[in-house]
T-cell receptor, first 109, second 114 residues
């Protein structure tokens, strides 16, 4: 059911930017791209979302390509506490979020 | 203040028993959800309630029954528990708007059926 494709894992050095890619080539014009993360077995944590413009908040930046078929989540200065599974989600229908397998980000000292 | 809370955090029970998990949100949201995360870590939506009305009911055994006494609460009752029901159950809430509906998740309830 998931409409997104993410790499299964990525490594990042502490203090460096982490760039997490996501492909959503079948996204519809009114569908938003959401990013969540899950640390260990805690509840998923909202990070950011966007429709077509780039977005930035205190946690991260979201870059969406002009054709909207892919996006990149950027954590500008990764810390060890950012180690988690990151989910890219396209909102598929009213209220339905489909979580795929996500990207396991390993931040290393 | 905890935005979305669940009780209990851990639940260990025998096959065949009936159990309930409670969820409360203090965000003033109009929509609440139950998700199940199995041992393979896939997170799947089970139910969604909007203003106390069921709006999403995925393919879930009818042993699972959500109940929403008011907008701030969505409880999950499970009858005749089976081994395969062992999982982490997450509650979430959101406020639907024209800018999408960001969902906020609770800490989860780890259910173990023996």
């Amino acid at each position: 059911d998931a409409k997104t494709t993410q790499p299964p894992s990525m490594d990042c050095a502490e203090g460096r930017a982490a760039n997490l890619p996501c492909n959503h080539s079948t996204i519809s014009g009114n569908e938003y791209v959401y990013w969540y993360r899950q640390i260990h077995s805690q509840g998923p944590q909202y990070i950011i979302h966007g429709l077509k413009n780039n977005e930035t908040n205190e946690m991260a930046s979201l870059i969406i390509t002009e054709d909207r078929k892919s996006s990149t989540l950027i954590l500008p200065h990764a810390t060890l506490r950012d180690t988690a599974v990151y989910y890219c989600i396209v909102r598929a229908g009213f209220n339905k979020f489909y979580f795929g397998s996500g990207t396991k980000l390993n931040v290393k000292p | 203040d905890t935005a979305v809370s669940q009780t209990p955090k851990y639940l260990v029970t025998q096959m065949g028993n009936d159990k309930s998990i409670k969820c409360e949100q203090n965000l003033g949201h109009d929509t609440m959800y139950w998700y199940k995360q199995d041992s393979k870590k896939f997170l799947k939506i089970m139910f969604s309630y909007n203003n106390k009305e069921l709006i999403i009911n995925e393919t879930v055994p009818n042993r699972f029954s959500p109940k929403s006494p008011d907008k701030a609460h969505l409880n999950l009752h499970i009858n005749s528990l089976e081994l395969g029901d062992s999982a982490v159950y997450f509650c979430a809430s959101s406020q639907v708007s024209g800018q999408g509906d960001t969902q906020y998740f609770g800490p989860g309830t780890r259910l173990t059926v023996l």
